[in-house]
């Protein structure tokens, strides 16, 4: 097969979708799904006016298309939980709010197959040095966001091993011109592609974006298959991943430079 595959498209298409996959055919999902919808009424408070009409606390929303992709329901992640396990063999990186964690968790735990399911394992921070404060300062703004690792009892070791792991790195793709709103930083993905997935291996992300996974992977030597359903941002990533940034590179340097160690 071609080392990438993106097709445009539901992931939960019945057809199409993450359903015409087989059984285990990838090695592991690596994915950033849509937010929650307590997430989207955020981003549309951030981004509207500071001041509260009337002196109340409804602030003004004045941006509803603050995200451009609709909420994530819990029927739509109980189904994005099912088929990822169904089609994962060794491990999945979902990225998740923080408040959302249990949800992913309990979704994953619910379709799990026995002693040898996809389930829950740990909970991993990204920091972001440069988050984007609170702008109405009534409390902190959230400096991290969640992902969660679920994985089979039985599958080999990922490259990271026992070593503890957090993710310090700045969310700068996310000034002016960034090609997705929710675009995660690119030495973020391929540290995380590094630390889980093993040269050669089938990468899945159902939630493709812009397509910065598959960009990581594809550099690092590992193959790809992806959907995403907004046109636009699918010809952003097919153009992405077709140009220079995708091309596999040597010895690329880790985030975690010589030593290898707990951050």
């Not at 500071?50 to 994530?72: C, H, Q, Y």
């Not at 790809?224 to 010895?251: C, L, M, Q, S």
Request: aromatic share 8%.
């Amino acid at each position: 097969m071609s080392r990438w595959i993106l097709n445009h498209g539901d992931c939960l298409d019945p057809v199409s979708g993450l359903a015409s996959l087989a059984d285990r055919s990838v090695d592991v999902t690596i994915t950033d799904p849509p937010y929650e919808a307590e997430a989207h009424t955020k981003q549309r408070r951030q981004k509207g006016s500071s001041t509260r009409p009337g002196g109340g606390d409804d602030w003004r929303e004045v941006n509803d298309a603050a995200l451009d992709f609709g909420a994530i329901t819990p029927e739509q992640r109980a189904d994005v939980a099912a088929q990822i396990a169904r089609v994962t063999r060794h491990r999945a990186i979902v990225f998740c709010q923080i408040e959302a964690v249990t949800a992913w968790r309990d979704a994953f735990a619910a379709c799990a197959d026995g002693r040898d399911g996809l389930v829950y394992r740990r909970t991993i921070p990204w920091v972001k040095p440069d988050a984007m404060p609170s702008l109405h300062g009534r409390y902190p703004g959230q400096a991290f966001e969640a992902m969660i690792v679920c994985a089979r009892w039985n599958s080999p070791a990922a490259p990271v091993g026992g070593k503890a792991r957090s993710y310090t790195i700045a969310r700068d793709v996310w000034r002016d011109g960034a090609p997705h709103p929710t675009t995660k930083p690119l030495p973020l993905m391929r540290q995380i592609v590094e630390d889980f997935t093993g040269p050669g291996d089938l990468i899945l992300d159902p939630f493709a974006g812009s397509g910065t996974t598959a960009i990581a992977a594809l550099m690092l030597g590992r193959r790809f298959v992806g959907w995403e359903r907004d046109a636009n941002y699918h010809a952003i990533a097919t153009r992405r991943i077709n140009g220079d940034e995708a091309k596999p590179r040597e010895e690329q340097p880790s985030l975690f430079g010589s030593i290898g160690g707990a951050r």
